[in-house]
């Protein structure tokens, strides 16, 4: 920057500012700010012009009283003259007035924009770094729409100085950020990429800061990067201190330009060159290495510099998951940090380990710190580093140590902060749950969990505890002993009332036998609990004493004693009221055979994803909230025909069942009363088709249907067709297509390398459709891959009417596009021509494959070659919700597998793809990111094409 000569002191500025530092009161500065406003107001207006000088002290006198809070509301024409000026001082003075005061709806600013470009277009350095830094302070749209075409033109001019460079790549990023669509990086985006091979290390690390945030919407464009990257980091990593002298910290080599470039490959999977990955997997080593090497020096720059390397190159090795040498050692030097003096050392070390700990390759050397863990959460002073405590015991936790953690955690509550409890409560529920071998010890701990921390045990928790003793009879009679055990304790939380409220009402009779669990000890023991409870426990303890009346006759008298007092049945509450007017109504009235039947034990609950394990991501996840359920209900609207996604145990339906109800064959359908919503009654279950397909089918599968002819002049696809066949991918039903004159349904059923599809075309108009005539094409070679018989339909539709068409489908081979097909009619005696995709993916041809946690990984190891693995990082479209996730993963065709994935937040999944040539097995692990927002797909087929498509379609649903 050019040295500010003496007369630059701006002496009058310094003496206001003495002033007003010298104000006794806020009146007194209110006036000696007055009188100076009056007084540049004065010069500007005088007749007398000003020269630079002035007109720069002035300004900045402007600029001093703004930034005390006052409003300022003339001056701003004199800034814009400032930009003119030749001289530093005085333009940087302008340019820091208009990047303070000046908003872009501005009457000024087209001057500005005319002054910015002069300015970009002098070629002086420091012209152009101020006009850079004025562009990227506004960072309007006004702004962007201006200079976002010129900045990368500068940016990778050969000519333009380093300096310039630096400020441009900063300028661009600020623009990319605020206006996305305005910056055009098309034809810039090689030349920039290679800004990372640059001499000067400041253009580089400011380029590498624009690339992160490019490559994270347009990561395909920019995937050049990484090997660029990766050359970088290898220069820095094993170069010596004296090496990059100006751009060493502390002995520390350009930490900040090697965090930056650890980050922007975090945005990408591991590199598929071999030489680019070795390069890589060298460089972390050494990271990991330079670690453990005594310090170079004591002072804490040294050590941070050092230690933000290490844990973002740890972050790197966590992201790709695939290098189990390195992800042990990472877990190794975690383990040291665990013990260290420095408190964010320690936040950070437990932090990383929580996500080292849902690999398969780290979760075992992360349980060897199990006790330093524990050790932490007992006597950490900081808040924060007991609740990461809490999450890596949370995530170290399998079948062997589970009551080891779970102790611990319950012991620990009792004097846990109040900002945690509830965390720590869903995490032992959760454990609990997950992790019982005996469900007598699950039982303990959630009322040992009650009686901890019952103000923090929420709804869920103890909802899931009752549906959980109601499905397992071999636990309710120990559960119906030990919550009456629990209930004899003088200091009674009222949510164990209300798991001893429904337990003794559902299980009361499996301990009567003992004299000092009798009946009424049972009843007497509740209702001394009763006038301490809120009103809805009044309510669930009322519907126990009638299921005692049922349970244990001779309780009647002294139940109904207290649903006729004045208490129950002139309670100002009117769901009291009504519950013990009707109770003691139907114990009086009602046989001991009704009384039975409709005080029966409650049915078991159907087996769901935990509730309280749903409540605890959505606690941790950032979208939490009634968006995430409206998403939640909308999207599960969509799947699979709108049935609620459900957890099945059960094993894949034999082929003769009949999936979607398809009894009967079909002709054509009749008209509905209404042509404004055809397809109606399309998804009933007493739809008319084709008999279903059997084992016993596939010779005679084809033998009856007409062979497709194919169109002369079939019509291009609609752009749309690619978005409407991604819409089925993860359903079989639904409307494909709807315009004003037509209405396209389907419904599909497909078993091993057979499917059958109804095509339902509803004329939504009152005139008839003539020459109806629906052709199925198929592009490319997918007539060897697939093979699609048609049935005829009436070549006239009437007005209102609806006909179906039932397609038979064999898939001969792994296909990649979908068959298309073309429909024209006449309508009003104008032709009507449109090609659409039919919704057949290969997906559609899985077999879901169940196997165990053993054989899974084993089978995942073999298929371990490059081109059987497709992989892709991609951002959440929607709400990132584990039910919906789920849903669709059903959907797409292969079995959920449970238990499998160390994290308990990932999702594997494993099925056959059935053609008639061959089978082609595939496994799939969803690895979503809630702190991001983002997804890692990764899928392992025996076949490349296979994966790679896979991979694709279902990447697109999420």
């Not at 549906?467 to 200091?491: H, S």
């Not at 004493?545 to 100002?572: C, G, H, M, W």
């Amino acid at each position: 920057m050019p040295a500010v000569s003496k007369g630059d002191g701006m002496r009058g500025l310094a003496v206001f500012i003495s002033d007003i530092r010298n104000c006794k009161s806020k009146e007194a500065e209110i006036k000696r700010i007055n009188k100076e406003l009056a007084n540049i107001r004065s010069k500007f207006k005088g007749d007398k012009a000003l020269d630079g000088y002035s007109k720069k002290k002035y300004v900045c006198k402007l600029l001093f009283i703004f930034l005390l809070g006052h409003d300022i509301d003339f001056g701003h024409m004199e800034a814009v003259n400032l930009l003119s000026s030749n001289k530093y001082t005085e333009k940087q003075i302008g340019y820091l007035f208009i990047s303070v005061l000046v908003n872009s709806n501005s009457e000024l600013i087209r001057l500005i924009n005319n002054a910015i470009k002069n300015d970009l277009a002098s070629r002086n350095p420091t012209f152009m770094c101020l006009s850079l830094h004025c562009i990227a302070n506004v960072g309007s749209r006004e702004m962007a729409e201006a200079f976002a075409s010129e900045i990368p033109r500068i940016l990778v001019a050969g000519d333009t100085m380093d300096s310039v460079k630096q400020s441009a790549a900063l300028c661009l990023l600020r623009l990319y950020k605020t206006s996305p669509d305005l910056v055009p990086m098309g034809e810039w985006t090689s030349r920039v990429v290679h800004l990372l091979n640059d001499q000067h290390m400041g253009v580089v690390t400011a380029a590498v800061s624009l690339i992160t945030c490019l490559c994270k919407k347009n990561p395909d464009d920019f995937k050049t990067c990484v090997s660029l990257a990766v050359s970088r980091l290898s220069r820095i990593v094993s170069s010596a201190s004296t090496d990059l002298q100006d751009y060493t910290y502390y002995f520390v080599p350009a930490p900040w330009l090697s965090v930056k470039l650890l980050r922007l490959l975090q945005c990408y999977p591991p590199p598929e060159d071999a030489a680019v990955k070795g390069r890589l997997v060298e460089c972390l080593e050494t990271i990991l290495n330079k670690a453990q090497e005594p310090p170079k020096s004591k002072k804490v720059q040294h050590s941070n510099a050092k230690n933000a390397i290490l844990f973002e190159a740890i972050s790197l090795i966590i992201h790709y998951d695939s290098e189990p040498n390195l992800l042990v050692r990472a877990c190794n030097q975690l383990g040291q940090f665990l013990q260290h003096r420095e408190t964010n050392l320690r936040y950070l070390a437990l932090e990383s380990m929580c996500t080292l700990a849902s690999s398969e390759f780290s979760h075992e050397a992360v349980k060897t710190h199990i006790e330093t863990v524990i050790n932490a959460l007992k006597t950490e002073r900081d808040v924060s580093v007991r609740q990461r405590a809490a999450d890596l015991l949370y995530a170290m936790c399998d079948r062997t140590n589970a009551k080891q953690i779970v102790a611990e955690m319950l012991s620990y509550l009792e004097t846990a902060d109040y900002s945690i409890r509830e965390e720590i409560v869903l995490k032992v529920a959760v454990l609990a749950e997950k992790y019982a071998v005996d469900y007598s010890w699950y039982v303990d701990t959630i009322l040992n969990l009650i009686r901890i921390a019952g103000d923090y045990v929420s709804e869920e928790v103890w909802y899931r505890v009752i549906q959980i003793v109601i499905n397992r009879d071999d636990v309710q009679g120990y559960a119906a002993k030990t919550v009456f055990e629990a209930l004899q304790a003088p200091a009674c939380h009222e949510n164990m009332v209300k798991v001893g409220g429904y337990i003794l009402g559902e299980f009361g009779n499996l301990i009567a036998g003992d004299p000092r669990s009798s009946p009424l000890v049972q009843f007497n023991l509740l209702h001394s609990k009763f006038h301490l409870c809120s009103v809805s426990t009044r309510a669930l303890l009322l519907s126990t004493y009638i299921k005692f009346i049922n349970l244990f006759p001779e309780t009647k008298p002294t139940i109904q004693e207290v649903l006729r007092s004045d208490s129950q049945i002139r309670n100002a509450d009117v769901e009291l009221q009504q519950r013990a007017v009707e109770y003691l109504k139907l114990s009086s009235i009602a046989s001991t055979d009704v009384l039975a039947t409709v005080l029966e034990e409650m049915p078991p609950f159907p087996e769901r994803e935990s509730s309280i394990l749903a409540k605890l991501k959505k606690k941790k996840g950032p979208g939490a909230g009634s968006e995430v359920e409206e998403g939640k209900k909308e999207q599960n609207s969509e799947i699979n025909g709108g049935v609620e996604p459900i957890t099945s145990t059960a094993s894949t339906p034999s082929p003769s069942a009949d999936l979607l109800g398809l009894k009967a064959v079909a002709v054509a359908g009749s008209a509905p009363p209404s042509a404004g919503n055809l397809l109606v009654d399309v998804f009933s279950d007493n739809v008319p088709a084709a008999t279903h397909l059997t084992p016993g089918s596939e010779d005679n599968f084809l033998s009856s249907a007409v062979t497709t002819s194919v169109s002369e002049e079939p019509a291009l696809p609609l752009p749309e067709a690619d978005d409407l066949l991604n819409k089925f991918v993860c359903k079989n039903n639904g409307v494909l297509f709807e315009n004003q004159l037509l209405q396209m349904g389907v419904k599909s059923e497909f078993r091993q390398n057979l499917g059958r599809m109804y095509v339902f075309y509803g004329n939504k108009t009152s005139v008839q459709f003539q020459s109806f005539t629906p052709t199925v094409t198929f592009p490319g070679d997918l007539q060897s891959q697939l093979n699609i018989q048609t049935k005829p339909v009436d070549p006239v539709v009437e007005g209102g009417a609806q006909v179906q068409q039932v397609l038979n489908i064999e898939c001969l081979s792994d296909f990649v596009e979908a068959p298309l097909i073309n429909i024209k009619y006449r309508y009003g005696g104008t032709l009507q021509n449109m090609t659409l995709k039919l919704p057949i993916t290969i997906n559609k041809f899985f077999q879901p494959t169940e196997m165990s946690s053993q054989d899974f990984f084993q089978r995942w190891k073999q298929l371990s070659l490059s081109q059987q693995e497709a992989q892709k990082i991609f951002k959440a479209n929607s709400p990132m919700d584990a039910e919906v996730t789920k849903a669709k993963l059903l959907g797409f065709g292969t079995a959920l597998l449970e238990n499998v994935d160390p994290n308990p937040d990932n999702f594997v999944g494993a099925g056959i793809v059935q053609t008639k040539t061959l089978q082609v097995g595939c496994l799939l692990r969803l690895e979503p990111n809630a702190q991001a927002q983002m997804y890692r797909l990764t899928l392992r087929t025996s076949k490349e094409t296979v994966s790679k498509h896979l991979c694709e379609l279902l990447s697109q649903q999420f």
